[in-house]
């Protein structure tokens, strides 16, 4: 079965810095791959959406890469803010509407 | 535009309740999902819908959940009977197609005691 992992432990970063979050995934090839970010007590709200032949995705402050070759996408937040903290999740989705969840990164931005 | 609206928000009961948790996607959506959340095993897909059919249920946990969506604007999940096991957050979320971006609900909190 596919297999998704995040950042296994929680990421601190100072206010200003770039904030890297990791995913990788075995046994699936996914079509595309999206982020969302999920605060205390909400539902996750979308970010990006980054697909299979596409390397690269910005929006604002955001950085998407995927690689298909090392089943991995990461994810950055520039010049970070302590607005940002929060939990991080990406998810996998393939041409079968199958689509899976990692269990998220809790990020704490410290001013 | 009225987001993913769920109710209750939380929700306490006894083990061998009844439970019902209800949904309304957002207008035009095709697409509702059930998920379930927990510190363990993360957001689990329970079962989607497309045009108020059920596509996949594979992810339900058993033949005490079961779902329907009697039309485009209305979904509920039912845990008959409830076990404190099932104590989680339950999230509703829609999309305008499969491969789109999910809007969800701010989920129904859960307590089976």
């Known amino acids: 079965s596919q297999k998704i992992e995040q950042n296994s432990e929680a990421l601190n970063i100072q206010e200003g810095k770039t904030a890297t979050l990791t995913c990788n995934y075995t046994?699936?090839?996914?079509?595309?791959l999206q982020w969302y970010r999920q605060d205390p007590g909400r539902g996750p709200v979308f970010l990006l959406l980054?697909?299979?032949?596409?390397k690269e995705k910005r929006k604002e402050r955001l950085k998407v890469t995927f690689d298909t070759t090392l089943k991995q996408s990461l994810f950055h937040i520039t010049a970070s803010q302590p607005a940002d903290s929060a939990t991080y999740l990406c998810?996998?989705?393939?041409?079968?509407?199958?689509?899976?969840f990692g269990t998220g990164t809790s990020l704490t931005v410290i001013p | 535009d009225a987001g993913v609206i769920q109710s209750p928000r939380h929700e306490v009961t006894e083990m061998g309740q009844e439970v019902t948790l209800r949904c309304k996607p957002i207008s035009g959506h095709d697409y509702l999902f059930w998920y379930r959340q927990t510190m363990m095993r993360g957001l689990e897909l329970l079962i989607y819908?497309?045009?108020?059919?059920?596509?996949?249920d594979s992810g339900m946990p058993e033949d005490r959940f079961s779902a329907k969506m009697p039309n485009a604007s209305f979904s509920t999940l039912k845990i008959q009977p409830s076990e404190p096991r099932d104590s989680a957050v339950y999230f509703c979320?829609?999309?305008?197609?499969?491969?789109?971006?999910?809007?969800f609900g701010d989920g129904t909190r859960l307590s089976i005691l």
């Open positions: 819908f497309n045009n108020n059919v059920p596509i996949d």
């Open positions: 979320a829609s999309s305008s197609n499969s491969n789109q971006p999910q809007h």
């Open positions: 980054i697909r299979e032949n596409e």
């Open positions: 046994n699936y090839s996914p079509a595309y």
């Open positions: 998810a996998l989705g393939g041409t079968g509407n199958q689509f899976y």
